[in-house]
């Protein structure tokens, strides 16, 4: 059994910042790449960050230079800093991972945590 669980979210003001924690827990025998996305209201889901185990870095072109992802693979976690947000960054943000566990080494299956909101008032 394998948990995501996310915290950090909440309401700021434009220009402000938050910081998003994930953690993973559970039979895990590795983790690959770790990231973030968010869903707005009438919109799809849409990538955010991520992050491999090697450090690599992927950003969304609307978060760049505002956003950066970083990852503890000691403690399975992965952390969204996000800075001079905007009312457009207004969405559920869900962690991802894709994780290897000892019922089959061969594959690594997505994990989703439960989502967390953010609010970014103008």
């Known amino acids: 059994q394998v948990q995501l669980v996310e915290s950090g979210g909440g309401l700021v003001q434009a220009g402000g910042s938050l910081t998003l924690s994930c953690a993973a827990s559970?039979?895990?025998?590795?983790?690959?790449?770790m990231g973030w996305y968010r869903q707005a209201p009438g919109k799809q889901r849409e990538l955010v960050a991520t992050?491999?185990?090697?450090?690599?870095?992927n950003y969304a072109d609307s978060v760049k230079d505002r956003f950066t992802v970083s990852r503890d693979n000691a403690k399975n976690t992965v952390t969204l800093q996000m800075n001079n947000l905007k009312p457009d960054d207004t969405a559920v943000y869900s962690c991802?991972?894709?994780?290897?566990?000892?019922?089959?080494?061969?594959?690594?299956?997505?994990?989703w945590g439960q989502g967390t909101q953010v609010t970014v008032s103008s």
């Open positions: 992050i491999t185990s090697g450090g690599s870095t």
């Open positions: 559970g039979s895990i025998f590795r983790i690959n790449a």
């Open positions: 991802n991972a894709a994780i290897v566990t000892p019922r089959d080494y061969r594959v690594a299956y997505p994990y």
